[in-house]
């Protein structure tokens, strides 16, 4: 559930008509529901409740500071994978100490500043990078908590490129070494083992794969506390899906994989951490846009707007579905009709549906994409100087631009010319 609602024919966010957004902000723009993010952190919060928890929020779905805020004033934690999102977590107000360290390739640097600011935990995916943790550690006198991610080798069924629990992917080392890995971290003295790491993909739709991942993992600490490790954090990542196209998907809800992790390692008297994204920023945006042309192919309809895929690129890069809605509904009984629904850029990929059924639509119309709350702005380039698009806050009655459209002088002006020149 979403607070993008119609009233009267016409689209709301929240308390806002988001034609009154579009005359002030311009169009495309991004714009974000307050009450919906704070809806979906709380259905986590509560699907875990009676366990010791903590919700750290996959900030690259969506990371604007107003949404750190809004989701730490709550009590989020932050999932951070690079230097970046640790610096933008810690400029949002999030202590250290309620942001993990995700991802396969954290730098020396990345590292040295995450210790020095305070970490909760660093979830370690290699030896390589369990060697060079240690090391600054040792350096600034400290001993940094770490879990280990492991790759349980279990088929998510979600697309290729999200999908991050088999052997062939990148993620992790694999479940079978883990006791090895793991004495070998308890003999590294800037090291404090505190827990187990899993993260099988995105976008799942089925709690099938999480179980048997948890199952795993619920193993692995049996056998880790038996050779002597203090197993007292479980981080059971990401993952959870969201109905992208509303009429025929319906994931899982966040009480059930409540239920089935408590089934699942409720017995174990760990800590749980989870790191949802998707599910709390997905549905909690929508990107508008206005359409320039409506194009008469010799066999199809082009509607083309002003988004392209360098605002939104799930559709070029997974063949995602976002379901697309006219900001101003037809009357009743108007006959649909099939759109391509393109972007102005230079490439075929510049397209958001293929004979996709809408009422009619003329020039200036304004369409809102569904569900592109996560991995929409975060992802955004400025491919065909295209300028990145605003990203607007609403809270009930109120909004406000929480990034602004630079100008062409200011993307301009960030390259330099060479002397020579
Ligand atoms: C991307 C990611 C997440 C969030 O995944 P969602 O599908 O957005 O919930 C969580 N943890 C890790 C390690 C990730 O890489």
């Known amino acids: 559930m979403d607070h993008f609602l119609y009233r009267d024919g016409a689209l709301f966010a ?5 034609s009154e957004i579009a005359a002030q902000v311009g169009t495309p723009f991004y714009c974000y529901s307050t009450a919906t993010f704070e809806r979906h952190f709380r259905l986590f919060d509560e699907a875990l409740e009676g366990t010791d928890h903590l919700i750290c929020y996959a900030m690259k779905a969506a990371s604007n500071q107003a949404i750190l805020k809004t989701l730490a004033a709550l009590g989020a934690g932050m999932d951070v994978v690079s230097g970046g999102e640790y610096a933008r977590a810690k400029a949002a107000g999030v202590p250290g100490d309620r942001i993990v360290f995700s991802g396969v390739g954290k730098t020396y640097d990345e590292i040295h500043a995450a210790l020095t600011g305070g970490i909760r935990q660093f979830n370690v995916e290699s030896e390589p990078e369990m060697a060079v943790i240690n090391k600054v550690a040792l350096e600034l006198g400290v001993r940094a908590p770490i879990t280990v991610r492991v790759n349980p080798d279990v088929d998510a069924k979600t697309h290729a490129k999200i999908a991050t629990g088999k052997s062939e992917n990148k993620f992790g080392i694999p479940i079978s070494r883990a006791r090895e ?16 790491d899993v993260h099988i993909g ?28 203090n197993i007292k954090r479980l981080d059971l990542g990401g993952g959870l899906g969201i109905p992208y196209e509303r009429s025929n998907e319906a994931p899982p809800l966040p009480v059930e994989y409540g239920a089935m992790v408590k089934e699942t390692l409720g017995h174990l008297n760990c800590e ?8 709390i920023a997905g549905n909690a945006g929508i990107m508008v846009s206005k359409v320039i042309y409506v194009k008469e192919g010799e066999d199809r309809k082009f509607m083309i707007v002003d988004g392209a895929m360098n ?5 070029a890069m997974y063949e995602a579905h976002h379901d697309i809605v006219p900001v101003v509904e037809a009357e009743p009984g108007t006959e649909p009709q099939a759109y391509d629904i393109v972007g102005p850029v230079c490439e075929t990929g510049d397209t958001f549906a293929k004979a996709r059924n809408m009422s009619p639509v003329a020039p200036d119309d304004l369409i809102a994409f569904r569900s592109a709350g996560a991995y929409g702005a975060v992802m955004a380039s400025e491919y065909n100087t295209r300028p990145l698009i605003p990203e607007v806050l609403v809270n009930g009655d109120q909004f406000a631009v929480i990034r602004r459209r630079p100008t062409f002088d200011e993307m301009i002006n960030r390259d330099t010319i060479p002397e020579w020149l």
């Open 202 to 229: 995105s976008q799942l739709t089925q709690l099938e794969p999480f179980r048997l991942a948890y199952e795993k993992v619920a193993a692995l600490t049996e056998e880790l506390r038996a050779d002597g490790h």
């Open 272 to 279: 749980i951490e989870i790191e949802p994204g998707r599910l």
């Open 311 to 315: 605002d939104l690129i799930r559709p």
């Open 181 to 196: 890995v793991y004495a070998h971290a308890a003999s590294l003295p800037g090291l404090e083992v505190i827990g187990i």
């Open 14 to 18: 929240e308390d806002v008509p988001v």
